[in-house]
């Protein structure tokens, strides 16, 4: 059985490894293809792609854009993001970077007046992203002592409402998924039931459809067997694709491994089939 895994993230936002590393341990995996998927830039693409065509693993080109819904961050993935499209990517992204970059600034000031011995600077410097996040954050935190791990980091210091993290403004769901649609890309919903319940995908994925949602993630390294069938459920109701993804992090998320998540994650090859736009785009092996 051919399998693929359409969401993970290299060194370009919150990911350890590089794009070229990335495309070598989905060869080891068995993989038959991947998509890159970092957070809010296309920067790591030309590496990506590149180390794809030296390789026999298909390679997708991505992103996962942080949008709003309802004062809810979701992650909508745009997958078969056109090269000469990659710039306006960029473009679109460029406030809300703007917006995390000042949200940074802010919580490592809280952060030193608080008495953490932590600096913008040696965080910036622990990923090539234009913009780091609260993982790195997180490891700083750890490396220094602070907290046991990235989890601790997460769940105390970190969590939004506790008095440092401010999160960054965010570009409304439904636009962001309609752009997607509009530079020829696909638009796919993000890991589902992490950030809504049932009873909000019900009221979320009708009008998402409209936007132009093409699918949503029901295989993902988090959800069990029954959330993977509910979860497909769900996209056949609202007549959407189904893609996945590990949603691989590196050494960031080690219980993560490309491919099969936490062990027991299989997506498709059909899926990928599906997925791609009908037109401008061609498996080049």
């Known amino acids: 059985m051919r399998l693929c895994d359409l969401h993970m993230h290299s060194t370009f936002s919150d990911g350890t490894f590089t794009p070229a590393e990335l495309v070598r341990a989905a060869e080891s995996a068995g993989l038959s293809a991947i998509a890159l998927t970092d957070h809010n830039t296309t920067k790591g693409l030309r590496e990506f792609l590149e180390a794809g065509a030296e390789s026999r693993i298909m390679t997708v080109a991505g992103c996962e854009f942080s949008t709003d819904y309802r004062s809810k961050e979701l992650h909508i993935v745009g997958l078969f993001l ?12 460029a406030q809300l970077l703007a917006f995390k970059q000042q949200s940074n600034q802010l919580l490592i000031e809280r952060l030193q007046q608080a008495g953490y011995e932590i600096t913008y600077a040696e965080t910036a410097a622990e990923t090539d992203a234009a913009a780091f ?12 002592g602070y907290v046991r791990d990235r989890t601790e980091a997460f769940a105390t210091i970190l969590k939004e409402g506790n008095g440092f993290y401010t999160p960054p403004a965010r570009p409304d769901a439904f636009e962001t998924i309609s752009f997607i649609q509009q530079i020829g890309g696909t638009a796919v919903l993000a890991h589902p039931f992490l950030n809504l319940t049932e009873a909000e995908l019900r009221e979320f994925l009708p009008e998402a459809k409209l936007h132009g949602l093409a699918a949503m993630e029901t295989h993902y390294s988090e959800f069990d067997a029954e959330t993977t069938e509910k979860a497909a459920a769900l996209a056949e109701h609202f007549g959407l694709k189904q893609s996945g993804g590990s949603d691989f992090h590196g050494a960031v998320k080690p219980d993560i491994s490309i491919g099969t998540g936490k062990g027991t994650l299989r997506v498709p090859f059909d899926f990928l089939e599906a997925l791609r736009p009908d037109c401008g785009w061609q498996y080049l092996k």
Request: charged content about 35%.
């Open 82 to 93: 056109p090269e000469e499209k990659w710039e306006t990517v960029e473009c679109y992204v």
């Open 133 to 144: 996040n609260r993982a790195h954050v997180a490891g700083i935190l750890q490396k220094k």
